[in-house]
């Protein structure tokens, strides 16, 4: 019971994944590609086509398999797809020599899709080829000024194609149209958190059965949700929570005291001695990345092996993560950063993946659901190897101290502020540079420490955060008050691309 949706190459197909998810349905996302028997593995009830760069009547543009039109499934085609559907069925497309992009609005509308809604209904466009000609019996169910084929319906309704695209914010009323999608598909209107919670629970008891479980925490949402959903579904696991040294202030008694008391079965192995040692006189940031790495499979396979034996390990990866790349090229996208310390996957065990299919807003539902507080459910992402890459130059204890400070007392004026949730992530920077200052009547000579605030949606791009002068103030005020070694506190005012979130 589900809603796949084929991706020909739109930037939005994970929109559209989303959309459908808000109107509390299950979507999956499979190549434009796929051969049928992939679709029906996964039982859906309606197929969604999405848009693409290409034209549909190019050569070697990617196709649907054409059995998928034959298939008894109602279809909606967004743009591309509705360019395939109308191709398929013998219309015609046509190109339009220029990219028709922006707002527009549809002037006459007919149908299901568009119950409830006004008369004039704002969409966003983005499209080089229109429809010339309906295959036949086909009707148009929504026209703009400029284009009679605006929406489109089979003879008998259950396939339609859009021009527009209904997923974008730009087009206000879109999730209201997919609903009206949906419902005339028959699609269940059920994947609320409380199911999926359900689901999982049960997906979870099946898979694992009375075998053992071994979980990687990073203290992060995903591994920490991951850890309650296995406690919660009563399988026999064990969480190893590898503290390098390079974490957050408090952060080991936080996690333990958030997870403990919810049933999760907890080892916390302090390796601190161990990770600072390899670390010893290594200044550069990717070779810090390796050790870190390295150091941590070494610890985990130690602690597994004394823990052992388990048959599976479970991992926090989540849906963006594994979906396939578009239109069919390219295996599944895995990066290795996600997972806690990037496990390796020839450690020997089954992999277990119960969040594979959620989205991040999804595990923070179903965190809340299974009672993570807050404060870990909510916070600011944070880095696998931690604050060795907010030390420019070699990790020493007494740097890593230094920056644990900064950083908390960064964080905490943020939230005393109610400004911690302006920004994406928020952290401080030791660099490698030593200032001149005065204190009383000497003359110090001091650490340089950056603050940083992005806002972001993804990471992918971010903006610094204008955060209010008076905030900026305080954290810094306090910084160089609360840690002397410190003699200036600088603004990091650099957007994601040309710099990087963080600063190794
Ligand atoms: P950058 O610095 O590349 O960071 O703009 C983007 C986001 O990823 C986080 N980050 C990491 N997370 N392991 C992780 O789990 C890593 O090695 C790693 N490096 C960067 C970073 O904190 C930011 O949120």
Redesign the pocket.
């Known amino acids: 019971m589900s809603v796949v949706i084929l991706d020909f190459g739109s930037q939005y197909t994970r929109l559209i994944a989303r959309r459908i998810r808000e109107a509390q349905a299950y979507s999956v996302i499979l190549p434009g590609t796929a051969p049928l028997e992939r679709i029906r593995a996964e039982r859906p009830d309606a197929i969604v086509l999405s848009g693409g760069p290409r034209s549909v009547f190019e050569p070697g543009a990617p196709l649907a398999d054409p059995r998928v039109f034959d298939a008894g499934l109602p279809i909606l085609g967004i743009c591309y797809g509705m360019g395939l559907l109308v191709q398929h069925f013998g219309g015609r497309v046509l190109d339009l020599d220029r990219r028709s992009f922006g707002a527009d609005r549809l002037v006459r509308t007919d149908g299901p899709l568009f119950a409830g809604l006004g008369s004039e209904i704002p969409v966003w466009m983005s499209h080089s080829t229109a429809v010339a000609a309906l295959p036949e019996n086909w009707t148009s169910i929504a026209a703009t000024p400029a284009n009679p084929y605006a929406a489109v319906a089979s003879p008998d309704g259950r396939m339609i194609g859009v021009q527009f695209h209904p997923e974008v914010i730009h087009t206000p009323d879109g999730l209201a149209m997919l609903r009206g999608f949906l419902r005339l598909a028959g699609v269940p209107l059920d994947w609320t958190p409380e199911q999926t919670l359900e689901r999982l629970l049960a997906d979870v008891r099946d898979r694992a059965g009375t075998d053992r479980v071994l979980l990687g925490l990073?203290g992060?949402v995903d591994s920490s949700t991951l850890a309650l959903l296995l406690a919660r579904a009563g399988v026999d696991h064990l969480a190893i929570f590898v503290d390098h040294g390079m974490l957050r202030l408090h952060e080991r008694v936080n996690v333990e005291a958030a997870l403990r008391p919810l049933g999760v079965r907890l080892a916390t192995v302090d390796a601190s001695a161990q990770f600072l040692a390899a670390l010893a006189g290594v200044a550069d940031p990717e070779t810090k990345?390796k050790i870190i790495g390295r150091e941590f499979i070494a610890v985990f396979r130690r602690e597994a092996d004394r823990h052992g034996p388990f048959r599976f390990l479970a991992q926090g990866t989540l849906y963006p993560d594994v979906i396939e790349s578009a239109g069919g090229e390219g295996a599944a996208n895995i990066k290795s950063?996600?997972n806690v310390g990037?496990l390796p996957a020839d450690l020997g065990f089954e992999l277990l993946e119960p969040l594979r299919t959620l989205f991040k807003d999804e595990v923070r539902q179903l965190a809340e659901l299974l009672g993570l507080p807050d404060a870990i459910r909510l916070r600011?992402?944070?880095?696998?190897?931690g604050l060795a890459?907010r030390i420019l130059g070699d990790v020493t204890a007494e740097r890593l101290d230094l920056v644990r400070r900064a950083d908390a007392i960064f964080l905490e004026v943020l939230e005393a502020h109610g400004a911690y949730h302006d920004a994406w992530?928020a952290?401080a920077v030791l660099t490698p540079i030593r200032s001149v200052g005065v204190a009383g009547d000497d003359r110090r000579y001091g650490h340089v420490v950056a603050l940083r605030a992005v806002t972001s949606v993804d990471?992918m791009t971010?903006d610094w955060a204008r955060l209010p002068y008076d905030v900026l103030d305080e954290a810094a005020r306090r910084i160089t008050r609360e840690i002397p070694e410190v003699g200036r506190v600088v603004y990091d005012i650099t957007s994601?691309p040309p710099a990087?979130?963080?600063w190794e």
């Open positions: 990073s992060g990345r950063h996600h990037g600011h992402p944070f880095p696998g190897p890459v992530q952290l990471a971010a994601k990087t979130i963080e």
